[in-house]
């Protein structure tokens, strides 16, 4: 029972982070930049996405442009922007796999069945967390790099925005889900591997009275 409870709670964080990922790759919140200048009226905020840059006057208007271009993006947009799409997609199957394998559900299948598909789904939540951290953190380190820059000007500068901050608590909420699924199948694995079943071991004369019967059957 504890063990289908901590599943269910696996799958709460990892259903958390599923959500929180397609989030962080689809909002516009990767770098911040908030440019006030003399007058706060015409202060311009701009937000630089994976997918959009968009910018927000303080008087009410928004407008956004697409970034179709994908030869001329830096080399860190595109790889945030593959291993964010394998995040979503990884995390995509975790749900449905782990979804056939715990224990609070009737698919599935017998019990090794199950614990083999909760243990896919945990190696997919892992994945999923890896593949959704390393583009956070090298998209952190860009922006880190160019704000300490002293040759990029001011208004250039920019600061991590919120989709960064959503994508590093994903990706820790899918480590913690896969790895609290991968560990209940392998306690599992263990305690069998520990407590092998009982085999039933005859003496010889019971099995020599044993084959005695059976070849007087045969008489």
Request: with cysteine.
């Amino acid at each position: 029972m504890a063990s289908a409870s901590l599943q269910f709670f696996a799958f709460i964080l990892a259903l958390f982070g599923a959500f929180g990922d397609i989030a962080a790759t689809l909002l516009p919140h990767w770098k911040v930049n908030a440019d006030v200048g003399s007058n706060i009226i015409t202060a311009i905020t701009q937000m630089q996405g994976l997918w959009m840059d968009c910018t927000w006057y303080s008087t009410g208007m928004f407008s956004c442009t697409l970034k179709y271009s994908i030869l001329s993006l830096p080399v860190y947009i595109q790889a945030a922007r593959t291993t964010m799409v394998l995040s979503c997609i990884l995390s995509a199957f975790g749900i449905c796999i782990t979804t056939v394998g715990m224990k609070c559900t009737r698919l599935g299948g017998d019990t090794d069945s199950k614990n083999n598909a909760c243990f896919a789904g945990g190696i997919c939540f892992i994945l999923a967390g890896i593949f959704g951290l390393v583009p956070t953190c090298w998209y952190t380190r860009e922006i880190i790099s160019n704000f300490l820059d002293q040759t990029i000007p001011e208004s250039s500068k920019h600061e991590p925005g919120g989709a960064v901050y959503t994508g590093f608590i994903s990706a820790g909420l899918l480590l913690i889900a896969g790895v609290i699924f991968c560990s209940s199948c392998f306690k599992r694995q263990q305690g069998a591997w520990i407590y092998p079943p009982k085999q039933h071991h005859f003496s010889s004369t019971e099995q020599e009275s044993n084959a005695g019967y059976s070849l007087k059957d045969y008489v």
